[in-house]
């Protein structure tokens, strides 16, 4: 699994688009990842719909739900779905719009400096095996390409927005995923060199 540098996307997954992204603050190191759970419709998987409510494609439908989330500009990095596969839908130089209104260890805007990764999944059901394995192999990947991300900068969407967000849930097993990131060596590498990365605004 590897980064290029040159387009800033992980090679192994599938490339989507987002238009919910921009320019991160000029000079800002990426130094942490936020681990989200996304399910649409709500408890559902395998719909596409994630993909396309992130490519700002959400179908028109008269489900409320979908009425109340319709004009949200929201987007990721990386997506895992319950199989384990990967989708990217922003370069990860640039700004996605996953953690919103958020704080970590007195930073507010948590976008600015974070990499935004959603598993398919919901807070009271388990996560699969492929998406921890997966998981595992991207943050190792991340980590080698991005010094400044350890595992105490690797957090939940709860922990930057607490009483907002609870995802991924209870069900995340955070010890499990240190497991496999104690597994082995790092199997991150990256092709090229990090680039001056500047980035700015817009938040859900």
Known sequence: ????????????????????????PAGLPVDMVVIHGISLPPNEFGTGIVEKFFCGELPVSDELYYQEIKDLRVSAHLLISRL?????????????????????????????????????????????EEQYKQLALVLKTLM???PAITRSRIVGHVDVAPGRKTDPGESFDWMRLDCLL??????????????EINLKEEDV
Not at 1 to 20: C, G, K, V, W, Y
Not at 182 to 195: D, I
Request: glycine letters at 10%; one cysteine or more.
């Open 1 to 24: 699994m590897e980064i290029d540098f040159q387009t800033h996307l992980l090679t192994a997954a599938r490339q989507l688009t987002s238009p919910h992204c921009n320019e991160r």
């Open 182 to 195: 104690e597994a082995g060596h790092n199997s991150g590498s990256q092709r090229g060199a990090p680039q």
């Open 84 to 128: 384990g596969k990967i989708t990217q839908f922003v370069p990860f130089n640039r700004r996605a719009w996953h953690a919103g209104v958020s704080l970590f260890k007195g930073r507010d805007n948590c976008n600015d400096f974070s990499i935004g990764i959603e598993l398919e999944g919901t807070d009271d059901l388990s996560y699969t």
């Open 144 to 146: 080698t390409a991005y």
